[in-house]
T-cell receptor, first 112, second 113 residues
C-alpha cells in the first residue's frame, strides 16, 4: 500500500516563530488532507489539497503531486497551535472507496 | 449544521465482551468511514460504507463489523474484545464515495480491561 512519511516527528517553537511540516507519499493520490488533532483527540480539517496551494489565515499548504510531497506552513505560531499535525492521503490507484492512509504525525509544541 | 457526532464519548469494557459504537454523519453525507487510533500513532482505516454498501475494509480481524442504516448513520461492532482493542475510534463522513474531503467526529475512547 501507499506509504506516508511526515517530518519532523517533533517540533518545539517559541511563540511567534514560523515552521514548515513536510509530508512525503510513495504513489499518486487523488485526495490529500492536513489535520490538526487537539488534546481531546478531535481531528480538525485544515486543508483538502490533492494539488496546488491554499492559504487560510496564518496557515498555508502546498502539494506538488508530481514530486509526491506536501508542505504545511505555520506562520507567527501561537500556543493554541500546539498538538499533532497529520497528513492523510487516498491513493489514486484505488478506483473505489475513499480510505485515508495517515502518516505518523508531527507533534508541535509552541511555548509562550 | 451539526458536524459528525459519535456516541458514547467514553467506554470501559472487559476482555471478551462486545461493544457497539455509533456515528451520525453530517447532514447530506452518504459515506461513513471508521478508523482506529492507538496511542502515539496515526488513525488506521477499518471500514467505509456508502449508500449502505461496504466500499472498503482495512486489515482488521472478523471480530470487527459495521453497518450503515437508511438514514446513513452507522454502527461499528467489536466482538470478543482484547486489551489491544483499547483505542480512540473515529468516524468520518464525506459527500461522495471516492476521494472526497472527509470530516471527523470527536471519537469514542474505548478502554478494555
Amino acid at each position: 500500500g501507499i506509504q506516508v512519511e511526515q517530518s519532523p516527528p517533533d517540533l518545539i517553537l517559541q511563540e511567534g516563530a514560523n515552521s514548515t511540516l513536510r509530508c512525503n507519499f510513495s504513489d499518486s493520490v487523488n485526495n490529500l488532507q492536513w489535520f490538526h488533532q487537539n488534546p481531546w483527540g478531535q481531528l480538525i480539517n485544515l486543508f483538502y489539497i490533492p494539488s496546488g496551494t491554499k492559504q487560510n489565515g496564518r496557515l498555508s499548504a502546498t502539494t506538488v503531486a508530481t514530486e509526491r510531497y506536501s508542505l504545511l506552513y505555520i506562520s507567527s505560531s501561537q500556543t493554541t497551535d500546539s498538538g499533532v499535525y497529520f497528513c492523510a492521503v487516498h491513493p489514486g490507484r484505488e478506483t473505489s472507496g475513499s480510505r485515508l492512509t495517515f502518516g505518523e504525525g508531527t507533534q508541535l509544541t509552541v511555548n509562550p | 449544521d451539526a458536524g459528525v457526532t459519535q456516541s458514547p464519548t467514553h467506554l470501559i469494557k472487559t476482555r471478551g465482551q462486545q461493544v457497539t459504537l455509533r456515528c451520525s454523519p453530517i447532514s447530506g453525507h452518504k459515506s461513513v468511514s471508521w478508523y482506529q487510533q492507538v496511542l502515539g500513532q496515526g488513525p488506521q482505516f477499518i471500514f467505509q460504507y456508502y449508500e449502505k454498501e461496504e466500499r472498503g475494509r482495512g486489515n482488521f480481524p472478523d471480530r470487527f463489523s459495521a453497518r450503515q442504516f437508511p438514514n446513513y448513520s452507522s454502527e461499528l461492532n467489536v466482538n470478543a474484545l482484547l486489551l489491544g482493542d483499547s483505542a480512540l475510534y473515529l468516524c468520518a463522513s464525506s459527500l461522495v464515495a471516492q476521494g472526497g474531503e472527509q470530516y471527523f467526529g470527536p471519537g469514542t475512547r474505548l478502554t478494555v480491561t
